[in-house]
T-cell receptor, first 110, second 113 residues
């Protein structure tokens, strides 16, 4: 079955870049997503990438997709304390069913 | 995007009781979903709320435990029935706005004692 894995924790210093990684198993995924969950809040859609793209940039966010290795990454440039949150990657296993990763807790140190 | 609200935002309930969670969207949407996020865990899809027909449940979730209503294209409810402490979770509704984007409500934090 489909599986999406992420490392559990990442700690970076304010101003540095953060790179959050994700691996998935379903080679038929159409879209891959990054969501952010701040404490006590729901999930916020940050960005997503179509499976025929290698890279997508949106302001401080850069998404890289390596389809061959089934690897997705999210790079946050100039990480701020407000970026501290849990980041989930997700893939579509069908037209609407999302499979979510385990989440990476990002802690930004001032 | 869409504005999605959920009520209640949090609740503490006694085991054996039931809680109904409401989800309201500010625009008409075809597809609405309910997810569960257990403490420290990822999200698991409970069911798809279908307007005008019975919800479609994922493996491991049944209608008797999680009855769902979808009376129109902007509103849905999820009931957690006969609760036990294992039902303590965050329950989130989401909507499919376009073919490729799904947006989430703020969640309902449930603690069952």
């Amino acid at each position: 079955g489909e599986d999406v894995e992420q490392s559990l924790f990442l700690s970076v210093r304010e101003g540095d870049s953060s790179v959050i990684n994700c691996t998935y198993t379903d080679s038929s995924s159409t879209y891959l997503y990054w969501y952010k969950q701040e404490p006590g809040a729901g999930l916020q859609l940050l960005t997503y990438i179509f499976s025929n793209m290698d890279m997508k940039q949106d302001q401080r966010l850069t998404v890289l997709l390596n389809k061959k290795d089934k690897h997705l990454s999210l790079r946050i440039a100039d990480t701020q304390t407000g970026d501290s949150a849990i980041y989930f990657c997700a893939e579509t296993a069908g037209t609407y069913k999302y499979i979510f990763g385990t989440g990476t807790r990002l802690k930004v140190l001032a | 995007s869409a504005v999605i609200s959920q009520k209640p935002s949090r609740d503490i309930c006694q085991r054996g009781t039931s809680l109904t969670i409401q989800c309201q969207v500010d625009s008409q949407v075809t597809m609405m979903f309910w997810y569960r996020q257990q403490p420290g865990q990822s999200l698991t899809l409970i069911a798809t709320a279908n307007q005008g027909s019975e919800a479609t449940y994922e493996s491991g979730f049944v209608i008797d435990k999680f009855p769902i209503s979808r009376p129109n294209l902007t509103f849905s409810t999820l009931t957690v029935s006969n609760m036990s402490p294992e039902d303590s979770s965050i329950y989130l509704c989401s909507v499919l706005l376009t073919e490729e984007t799904q947006y989430f409500g703020p969640g309902t934090r449930l603690l069952v004692l």
